[in-house]
């Protein structure tokens, strides 16, 4: 079992940068390809990256590639999402998700349908 639980998310302006974390429970952190969705008002929940078990391997949406960076530190069990240059357009609840035990360490899933595991989500508010 797996618990997530993530923080950092706020009200800004258009331009500027947020870093969200997904702190992870559990002695399987390192066993777990992650991901982050997120889901706007009235729209379906939407992938927005992904990073594999080895953190080597990660995949962006278009709409956010060059702006955002995905990331994992294995000593605290933690997922970054790192989020520049945000746009009103990112306004969202972001979630963060664990994959169950994946067996190769250089994989990314970009399905939410993939994901056992997810958090309560943390909301991003992007003024203009």
């Known amino acids: 079992q797996v618990q997530l639980v993530e923080s950092g998310g706020g009200l800004v302006q258009a331009g500027s940068s947020l870093r969200l974390s997904c702190s992870a429970s559990g002695r399987t952190f390192s066993s777990n390809a992650m991901g982050w969705f997120r889901q706007a008002p009235g729209k379906e929940r939407e992938f927005v990256a992904a990073i594999s078990r080895s953190g080597a391997n990660t995949y962006y949406v278009d709409s956010v590639k060059g702006r955002f960076t995905i990331s994992r530190d294995y000593a605290k069990n933690t997922v970054h999402l790192q989020m520049n240059s945000l746009k009103p357009e990112d306004t969202a609840v972001y979630y963060c998700?664990?994959?169950?035990?994946?067996?190769?360490?250089?994989?990314?899933?970009?399905?939410?349908?993939?994901?056992?595991?997810w958090g309560q989500g943390t909301q991003v508010t992007v003024s203009s």
């Open positions: 998700a664990a994959r169950g035990r994946t067996p190769y360490i250089g994989t990314y899933y970009m399905g939410a349908e993939q994901y056992d595991y």
